[in-house]
């Protein structure tokens, strides 16, 4: 049976300076936000390069950006340092919004088909 997927929507300030790294044979930036509300959640953020980010912003994203993304969630755990279990929070973004600047793709329009309820994890 393939796994379901959860898309979500979140938003929050840029907390690093990007990272750029190979997947899948592509070029992908990675940043991290910080979700906005009491319990702020760290949220890894993949963007492909379909996201034309610096034609659109006229630069690269950049820490302290604000960033709101919608994306296939996905979580994973790992040991840290001292032995705990803790878990990372991913998002693949399919859209993406940095500073009020919406970051358009190349490729075609991405369209998500809900089965009826919506999952969310914020």
């Known amino acids: 049976m393939a796994e379901k997927k959860s ?4 938003g929050g300030f840029v907390q690093f300076d990007p990272t750029d790294r190979e ?6 930036t990675d940043i991290v936000i910080k979700t906005q509300g009491g319990d702020g959640k760290f949220l890894r953020i993949t963007i492909w390069p379909e996201l034309q980010v610096e034609k659109d912003l006229g630069r ?4 302290g950006d604000l960033v709101h993304v919608d994306g296939a969630f996905s979580s994973s755990t790992y040991q840290d ?3 705990k ?3 990372s929070l ?8 940095v500073n009020g600047t919406k970051i358009n793709r190349s490729d075609r329009e991405v369209v998500v ?8 994890v914020f």
């Open 7 to 10: 898309y979500v929507t979140a």
């Open 23 to 28: 997947a899948n044979g592509k070029d992908v």
């Open 60 to 63: 690269k994203i950049e820490k």
């Open 81 to 83: 340092k001292e032995g």
């Open 85 to 87: 279990s803790k878990t």
């Open 90 to 97: 991913q998002i693949s973004a399919f859209l993406l919004n």
């Open 113 to 120: 088909e809900s089965g009826g309820s919506e999952d969310s």
